[in-house]
């Protein structure tokens, strides 16, 4: 980071007459406020309202998954604590009587109890699902240890699990995406939770160890986001892993995990594939992307659409509700793709497929999401033009390779949080959003309904894994019953006022169905 810069207005040529009456002017403004003159005779710039933090490092070699950035949707205002590590102060709630936990600051509790209001409002089937159960408990007796991201949806989610019966501890999947008024609502209403904001990395893994271990506590079931949890368990407490329920299991990156360990003999207790249901990949990954895609842009660049020029690495369910958004923006759009089937769906739908390699020098703006490594390379942002933007809708913080550029020859300028120049020798500029890491819970904000959809898909899977008889899943990796994934639907569609058609028993008996569902086969492509 350089230095700040203070920039004296006394140096600006041509007529200084009008320029030095307007300084007297504003001197003598200043020095009503208390200012002395030379503070008040200079503009400061914004670098140096900045407070220096530590360093933090860059490479999350170690995780594959735990990489997001700063979420926009955190409101308080810090203060001298923040600058202090968590980690090393004596935490307790206000009542003086909880201290199993570890966040940035108690304080802001009000804030984020606030917020997961506001959330609750908006998630009515997370709700209905929670008064419908909650005299039935069916999570008694279950201990949850779930990694996830830390937000107000999320709390949503936790407290819910909590209301059906569940013990819980809880940490965050990544190390900026925490909100952390709703971590201190969470610890304030004595809920263990180990995360904020701007963790280090050696912070995020002891998060994750607070969670997996402590006193008369042993978890029964996993809730991941990433797969960084789960391993964490295999490799150091793999009799806590065998002994478990069950995973469930949300992202791209985690599934592919569990898909691998399944094939290598591996995993030794069942998984749901949370990912693959149809209300998680058709609405979270789809519609939510859809919006949060130019919320995170807008927030963090000031960009207008019109007109720019855009490359969307992969035309998946999350390409799809990116390319739709910045269509009608009015955004030239092109695809890249491995997947001829995926490459056709573009095509069809009006975008040009393209290498990397045809648009790197002109395109204005790259957006990854693949779930791969290495979509982005060196040698491709070497070749972009100055003033580009590159950034992640992908939960991996693999797709760009950003450690390619922590070379000596290029500077890093910090432009605002989670907005970073990375600048080459010959003055050459590109604009990095959230390090790499994924866009839209990093630097803006998520629909609170949709996020209602995928949880009520992860509390559903849990109380299946939780209260199923013995052999009805072996050591595999499973999706959502079809059953279950109509169910989440059907929750949600009272909100719109919708009134779904009834089958009469002739209609039903024609298509071999039953009355009540489900309704398509498992291999029925929505």
């Known amino acids: 980071m350089s230095e700040a810069k203070i920039v004296s207005e006394s140096g600006s040529r041509g007529d200084s007459g009008p320029v030095l009456e307007a300084q007297k002017s504003h001197q003598a403004s200043a020095n009503k406020k208390g200012l002395q003159p030379e503070t008040a005779n200079r503009q400061i710039s ?52 909880f201290s199993d936990f570890c966040i940035r600051n108690i304080k802001h509790a009000d804030f984020g109890r606030r917020e997961i209001e506001i959330a609750e409002q908006e998630m009515p089937a997370l709700m209905d699902l929670r008064r419908r159960a909650q005299s039935d408990k069916p999570l008694q007796g279950a201990k949850i240890v779930g990694c996830t991201h830390i937000s107000a949806q999320s709390a949503v989610l936790i407290e ?64 991941d986001d990433g797969g960084d949890l789960t391993h964490s368990i295999i490799k150091k407490y793999p009799s806590i892993f065998r002994a478990a329920k069950g995973i469930v299991e949300e992202s791209v990156t985690g599934v592919h995990r569990l898909y691998q360990l399944a094939k290598t003999g591996k995993l030794a207790i069942p998984a749901m594939n949370v990912n693959d249901s149809v209300t998680k990949q058709k609405f979270d990954n789809l519609y939510s992307c859809r919006e949060s895609i130019l919320d995170g842009l807008k927030r963090t660049t000031d960009m207008m659409f019109g007109g720019k020029q855009v490359l969307v690495c992969g035309y998946g369910e999350v390409g799809k509700g990116c390319c739709s958004a910045l269509k009608g923006m009015g955004a030239i759009v092109y695809i890249t793709e491995i997947d001829p089937i995926c490459a056709l769906q573009a095509c069809m739908d009006g975008f040009r497929v393209v290498r990397l390699n045809e648009m790197v020098r002109t395109a204005d703006i790259f957006i990854t999401c693949t779930g791969n490594k290495n979509v982005i390379t060196r040698e491709s942002l070497d070749k972009m033009k100055n003033g580009a933007i590159i950034c992640n809708m992908g939960h991996s913080n693999t797709e760009i390779d950003v450690a390619s550029l922590k070379t000596p020859e290029l500077t890093w300028e910090k432009v605002r949080s989670q907005v970073d120049h990375v600048i080459w020798p010959d003055g050459k500029r590109i604009v990095l959003l959230a390090e790499g890491r994924l866009l839209n819970l990093s630097c803006s904000s998520v629909p609170s309904f949709v ?14 894994l939780f209260n199923c008889p013995d052999g009805r899943y072996q050591r595999d990796v499973y999706l959502l019953p079809k059953k279950m994934d109509e169910y989440v639907a059907s929750l949600h569609l009272a909100t719109f006022d919708a009134h779904l058609t009834e089958l009469t028993d002739e209609q039903a008996k024609y298509l071999g169905f039953n009355k009540s569902g489900p309704f398509k086969p498992n291999y029925y492509r929505y």
């Not at 070699?61 to 004596?90: K, T």
């Open 160 to 223: 819910t699990l909590i209301c059906l019966g569940a013990k819980v501890r809880w940490c965050a999947c990544n190390i900026y995406s925490t909100q952390n008024e709703v971590a201190a609502a969470l610890a304030e209403a004595g809920h263990p939770v180990f995360a904020w904001k701007g963790e280090e990395e050696e912070d995020f893994w002891w998060c994750i160890e607070k969670c997996i271990t402590a006193d008369g506590w042993q978890p029964n079931l996993i809730l």
């Open 451 to 464: 996020l209602s959809i995928t949880h009520c898909t992860q509390a559903l899977a849990l109380i299946e």
């Open 46 to 97: 914004f670098a140096e309202d900045r407070k220096p933090r530590k360093r933090r490092s860059m490479s999350r070699s170690v995780s594959a998954s735990s990489a997001d950035s700063f979420s926009s949707g955190s409101y308080s205002s810090s203060d001298e604590e923040d600058d202090i590590s968590p980690r090393e102060r004596n935490q307790v709630n206000s009542q003086g009587i």
